[in-house]
């Protein structure tokens, strides 16, 4: 059932307070904290604004700040309307229009339709949700192009993450929480209270919107913000501060876990396969025990299969893994239809065909986007990498990846089933091949061939996946914009 909102402060009420930047001699925790991002003077900066306080006081000290002078941030708004709260969620769409409007900060609206992904997937609602936010807003990011995304966790959001992570059985990765910067997304508000938040709206007179499914108590989450954390507060008033500080702590220690993997997994000569990936396995049994498992779900990323992999599922392989093969094995119990087979030297991780209705004509392929094809996902994404971070991608990506020149795809792509007769010129072969010769010369088996789905243009052939790309869309000395195709199975128990 959809509650009323709260009564809030309507937008025109944060137009009459306008901005007081100029002169103003203090500094409060919200608007340092924005002061010491780490940017660049001229930095395009998108601005994920759900409409709530956090959000809210976020757009409109990044716009203080830029309108009195103080930084020369170019600024962009963004809003998903994730279509679970009817009308309330139409009322925050409308509330974030009037905000954006009245800061002088233009505006990209996204809706997206968590429930049918959630039905789709068989995800929770959470978790879609939170993976089609973060896919929307990469998206208009890239489209802008932008620099950063920046979101408004709080410290409070964060101990509420620690928490959660930690009834889920979280290892260290899980207590670092939350990162104040990752790649291009940057969240300043991590070192700012809740409250702090709420006193900065009120001293400035700007209104926010209340959504109603933070009281939810079926989210785990609101559970732990409602019913936990006041009791914790008594046996420690500071808990949040605490819990955060533990985070930052172990982000520091999980770094330094994360080089140590990166390291041993260039002792293992990984090596890309028809169907997935290959490594040695006698490094990785000298490893030590903690890095095993790491190292298997980097390698398991590589293979784009790492979605729903739990510690448990490692584990299980990683007994597997341990004990010497005089003959080849197979271990099957993994999600998204990868198996692992350890011969004497090596272990192979590869995705076990699936059987899926069949797909009829084209699907359209957005660049940036993704589409459900089967039971495989396809994805596109439009990194901004420097030509170190390019180089470091080829390097890593596993069959199942494809680094692709911008300017050969265009904007549409399509997903499809392959056409008599169609040609590919596969990357390193100098000159082009029957996509069925390719097949046979790969190895393919027939049942495979009869689900292959292939990626293309409207007018040419691009990627098979697991098999070959075309030398002309790849990558290349004057490659300035990439698109990093995927490929994956849906998860699966």
Not at 26 to 38: F, S
Request: hydrophobic share 40%; glycine share 6%; net charge positive.
């Amino acid at each position: 059932m959809v509650q009323k909102p709260n009564r809030i402060q309507p937008p025109t009420a944060t137009r009459r307070a306008g901005p007081r930047v100029t002169g103003e001699s203090h500094d409060g925790p919200v608007e340092a904290a924005i002061l010491a991002m780490p940017l660049d003077s001229n930095s395009r900066v998108l601005v994920a604004v759900s409409g709530g306080a956090d959000s809210t006081a976020l757009l409109d000290v990044l716009a203080r700040l830029v309108t009195g002078g103080r930084r020369s941030w170019v600024l962009r708004a963004a809003h998903v309307n994730h279509g679970l709260r009817g009308h309330e969620a139409d009322q925050d769409e409308e509330f974030v229009r009037a905000l954006a409007r009245d800061r002088g900060v233009p505006l990209d609206v996204v809706g997206v339709d968590v429930e049918e992904h959630s039905r789709a997937r068989g995800a929770s609602i959470e978790a879609m949700a939170r993976e089609l936010r973060y896919n929307a807003l990469y998206e208009r990011l890239d489209a802008w192009p932008g620099d950063v995304l920046v979101t408004a966790h709080t410290m409070d959001d964060q101990a509420e993450t620690v928490l959660l992570n930690l009834l889920r059985g979280a290892g260290l990765t899980g207590v670092a929480a939350m990162p104040d910067r990752r790649d291009r997304l940057v969240r300043p508000f991590l070192s700012v209270r809740r409250h702090d938040i709420l006193e900065y709206l009120q001293r400035q007179h700007v209104g926010y919107r209340l959504d109603s499914s933070n009281t939810d108590p079926r989210f785990a989450r609101n559970r732990i913000r409602r019913e936990v954390l006041p009791v914790l507060r008594r046996v420690r008033p500071d808990v949040v501060e605490k819990l955060a500080r533990s985070a930052a702590l172990a982000a520091q220690d999980d770094r330094l876990v994360r080089e140590q993997v990166d390291e041993t997994i260039g002792l293992l000569e990984v090596r890309i396969e028809k169907f997935g990936i290959a490594a040695a396995v006698a490094p990785w049994r000298s490893a030590a025990p903690p890095l095993r498992l790491r190292i298997l779900r980097a390698l398991l990323a590589r293979l784009g299969a790492a979605h729903g992999v739990s510690t448990r599922h490692l584990g299980d392989l990683a007994a597997f893994l341990e004990k010497p093969a005089t003959s080849t094995r197979t271990f099957h119990a993994l999600p998204n239809a990868v198996i692992c087979t350890l011969d004497p030297d090596r272990f192979h991780l590869s995705i076990a065909p699936v059987e899926a209705p069949p797909v009829a004509g084209e699907l359209a392929l957005p660049v940036p986007g993704s589409v459900f094809a089967g039971s495989m996902l396809f994805s596109s994404e439009t990194p901004r990498l420097t030509a170190d971070e390019l180089h470091r991608r080829l390097a890593v990506c596993g069959p199942h990846h494809a680094l692709c020149d911008a300017r050969a795809l265009g904007r549409r792509l399509v997903v499809r089933r392959p056409r008599p007769g169609e040609r590919l010129r596969p990357l390193g072969l100098h000159g082009s091949k029957k996509i069925q010769d390719l097949l046979v010369d790969r190895r393919v088996p027939v049942a495979e061939r009869a689900r292959l789905l292939v990626v293309g243009t409207e007018r040419q052939l691009i990627w098979i996946p697991g098999v070959a790309l075309d030398e002309r869309a790849a990558v290349g000395p004057q490659t300035d914009r990439v698109v990093h195709l995927t490929c994956r199975p849906t998860p699966t128990g």
